[in-house]
């Protein structure tokens, strides 16, 4: 039987078949019994790998990716939110301690620093609450103590006293306070504190 150029092109014999001779069921190799008892070889391996560019490209045309400027954003943004969680977590931690120091004020001076904790946070939610020497203090966004409270047992001083450092913007001529001296808190030095406060951080 004369196989067919085309069958010759499309299916080489297995393994199992022996040129020339017989295969496993007697037949002469020239006969073919089965199209299955032979493997298909690809005719057009130029064909395959043109389809498989052509696929990647379309997928790669359909994905967009982000440009640099998004990405350079993005980055940006995801360093904010790490500093403003930071920040977050600093000022708790730090409003955590200076209420914890406030507590263990023996009175009368305890209900002070009490009242005057409400009165900063109050009319300056800017400052963060910590504790400087142990005492309740209050910080702009560098760091650094703007006010401060001190007790009189702190060192056995006649009377409490509330203070402001050099960063508080209480400049006045030539010459004005910064340290105050607490035996009580009446409506008037309540209301002369805030007053203090706000511009301390104006």
């Known amino acids: 039987m004369i196989v067919p150029e085309h069958a010759k092109r499309e299916y080489l014999p297995r393994d199992d078949q022996s040129?020339?001779?017989?295969?496993?069921?007697?037949?002469?190799?020239?006969?073919?019994?089965?199209?299955?008892?032979?493997?298909?070889?690809?005719?057009?391996?130029?064909?395959?790998?043109?389809?498989?560019?052509?696929?990647?490209?379309?997928?790669?045309?359909?994905?967009?990716?982000?440009?640099?400027?998004?990405r350079a954003a993005m980055r940006n943004r995801a360093q904010e939110l790490k500093a403003e969680a930071r920040a977050n977590k600093n000022k708790a931690d730090g409003e955590s301690a200076a209420l914890a120091a406030i507590a263990a004020i023996p009175e009368p001076d305890r209900s002070m620093a009490k009242r005057l904790h409400a009165i900063i946070t109050a009319n300056a939610p800017a400052l963060s609450p910590k504790t400087w020497y142990g005492m309740p203090a209050y910080t702009n966004n560098d760091g650094k103590v703007v006010c401060f409270f001190q007790t009189a047992q702190k060192f056995n001083t006649?009377?409490?006293?509330?203070?402001?450092?050099?960063?508080?913007?209480?400049?006045?001529?030539?010459?004005?306070?910064?340290?105050?001296?607490?035996?009580?808190?009446?409506?008037?030095?309540?209301?002369?504190?805030s007053a203090l406060v706000k511009q301390a951080v104006s």
């Open 19 to 70: 040129q020339g001779g017989a295969n496993r069921q007697g037949k002469p190799s020239g006969e073919v019994s089965k199209p299955s008892q032979y493997e298909e070889v690809s005719m057009s391996p130029m064909k395959d790998a043109q389809e498989s560019a052509t696929s990647t490209a379309a997928i790669n045309k359909k994905v967009k990716g982000f440009t640099d400027e998004e």
């Open 158 to 193: 006649r009377y409490a006293t509330f203070g402001f450092n050099d960063t508080a913007h209480l400049d006045d001529g030539a010459m004005w306070p910064v340290a105050f001296a607490l035996k009580e808190l009446t409506a008037a030095a309540e209301a002369r504190i």
